[in-house]
């Protein structure tokens, strides 16, 4: 009897935030998130036609990789349901460089100092700007976007 009455949890990988829900194409704006080609995205373009007097309205949506830079198009029926993905942005701040990984410290009212090490040094102008701040001395925050149990970062700022 007690067999029955215990519930299943699930795995503490389960827990959480799910990386994605549901939102109907026609819902959509540009400069929102939706999943393409089952990758996160940013809208860049989306628009509506409309077709024939027996068809339904069809909404062209392309959309930038938020983590690779990749452009993807897809043509839906405004009626369907897409995925859309969770997107976070979350400030940290640098305590260190090394072997191209960042090390990365919670830095806010509710965290409590968690450190974070598996962020690698992005490449291109950011990257190279976080390496000369770090080498002079520089303290600032790194801003690191997340979706899909991907994280990036993808800006610097001043400590406030």
Do not use: W
Request: proline residues 3%; glycine residues 10%.
């Amino acid at each position: 009897m007690s067999d029955a009455l215990e519930a299943d949890f699930g795995s503490g990988d389960e827990a959480g935030a799910k990386p994605t829900y549901t939102a109907q194409a026609s819902s959509l704006r540009q400069n929102g998130h939706v999943m393409l080609k089952d990758r996160p995205c940013k809208i860049t373009e989306i628009t509506t036609t409309t077709e024939g007097k027996h068809g339904h309205s069809k909404v062209t949506i392309v959309g930038v990789d938020i983590f690779t830079g990749d452009e993807y198009e897809d043509v839906v029926p405004s009626t369907q349901n897409l995925d859309v993905p969770n997107v976070s942005r979350k400030d940290y701040r640098l305590t260190n460089i090394e072997d191209g990984f960042l090390h990365l410290m919670d830095y806010g009212l509710m965290d409590c100092g968690d450190m974070k090490a598996d962020l690698k040094v992005p490449g291109g102008d950011l990257g190279n700007e976080i390496q000369s701040r770090f080498d002079n001395g520089v303290e600032f925050m790194v801003t690191v976007l997340s979706a899909c149990g991907e994280e990036k970062a993808i800006a610097i700022k001043k400590i406030a």
